[in-house]
């Protein structure tokens, strides 16, 4: 059974650090991995989604990144800002098209 | 453009009360899904939906029921609440059940059962 993982829980940094967000799968048969951002009190935004035939998918400063023989993906966050501040969540797309989540890492942008 | 619409926002229930959480989007999505999220878990999908008059179970359906009449609303109703139902809710939509279509998802209910 996929199980998806994200360490640490809970990261600050300060703002213009760049930064990587570590997501890892226990089954690499994975059709694709997507990554959400969760602001308090509202939905999950989609940020970015690698499909399993791709290394890497770019949205202005956020790389994300799919290494599916090792079993992991990371979401690179360049030159942060205080308005990063959010819970980031990944996701594991299995064989009957259902996610697989991590609970989320907490990330702090201290101004 | 509303995009997924839930409601209510918050809701405090008794043991063994009834009620609906109402989901409504207007993409013309035929898939549209429950999740709850549980704090240190991830996402679980309660029950999802591939089209109007159409609907499955998903990892944890146990407590709930569901039905889609129109491609635009899918109610999560509790028939007995309990505790264990503490939760938030989401519901989210997509164009269709691909695995490369993007999901939207609604703002969320917060969910107490005492």
Same mark, same amino acid.
Not at chain 1, 18 to 28: E, K
Not at chain 1, 54 to 72: F, H, V, Y
Not at chain 1, 81 to 109: E, F, H, R, V
Not at chain 2, 83 to 109: D, I, M
């Given at each position: 059974?996929?199980? #998806?993982?994200?360490?640490?829980?809970?990261?600050?940094?300060?703002?213009?650090? /760049?930064?990587?967000?570590?997501?890892?799968?226990?089954?690499?048969?994975? +059709?694709?991995? $997507?990554?959400?951002? $969760?602001?308090?009190?509202?939905?999950?935004?989609?940020?970015?989604?690698?499909?399993?035939?791709?290394?890497?998918?770019?949205?202005?400063?956020? /790389?994300?990144? !799919?290494?599916?023989?090792?079993? @992991? *993906?990371? !979401? +690179?966050?360049?030159? *942060?800002?205080?308005?990063?501040?959010?819970? +980031?969540?990944?996701?594991?797309?299995?064989?009957?098209? $259902?996610?697989?989540?991590?609970?989320?890492?907490?990330?702090?942008?201290?101004? | 453009?509303?995009?997924?619409?839930?409601?209510?926002?918050?809701?405090?229930?008794?043991?063994?009360?009834?009620?609906?959480?109402?989901?409504?989007?207007?993409?013309?999505?035929?898939?549209?899904?429950?999740?709850?999220?549980?704090?240190?878990?991830?996402?679980?999908?309660?029950? =999802?939906?591939?089209?109007?008059?159409?609907?499955?179970?998903?990892? #944890?359906?146990?407590? =709930?029921?569901?039905?889609? *009449?129109?491609?635009?609303?899918?109610?999560? @109703?509790?028939?007995?609440?309990?505790?264990?139902?503490?939760? #938030? +809710?989401?519901?989210?939509?997509?164009?269709?059940?691909?695995?490369?279509?993007?999901?939207?998802?609604?703002?969320?209910?917060?969910?107490? #059962?005492?």
């Amino acid at each position: 059974k996929q199980e #998806v993982t994200q360490i640490p829980a809970a990261l600050s940094v300060p703002e213009g650090e /760049n930064l990587v967000l570590n997501c890892s799968f226990t089954d690499s048969a994975i +059709y694709n991995l $997507q990554w959400f951002r $969760q602001d308090p009190g509202k939905g999950l935004t989609s940020l970015l989604l690698i499909q399993s035939s791709q290394r890497e998918q770019t949205s202005g400063r956020l /790389n994300a990144s !799919l290494d599916k023989s090792s079993g @992991r *993906s990371t !979401l +690179y966050i360049a030159a *942060s800002q205080p308005g990063d501040s959010a819970t +980031y969540l990944c996701a594991a797309a299995d064989s009957n098209y $259902q996610l697989i989540w991590g609970a989320g890492t907490k990330l702090i942008i201290k101004p | 453009n509303a995009g997924v619409t839930q409601t209510p926002k918050f809701q405090v229930l008794k043991t063994g009360q009834s009620m609906t959480l109402q989901c409504a989007q207007d993409m013309n999505h035929e898939y549209m899904s429950w999740y709850r999220q549980d704090p240190g878990m991830g996402l679980r999908l309660i029950h =999802y939906s591939v089209g109007a008059g159409i609907t499955d179970q998903g990892e #944890v359906p146990n407590g =709930y029921n569901v039905s889609r *009449s129109t491609t635009e609303d899918f109610p999560l @109703r509790l028939l007995s609440a309990a505790p264990s139902q503490t939760s #938030v +809710y989401f519901c989210a939509s997509s164009y269709a059940r691909g695995v490369n279509e993007k999901l939207f998802f609604g703002s969320g209910t917060q969910l107490s #059962v005492l």
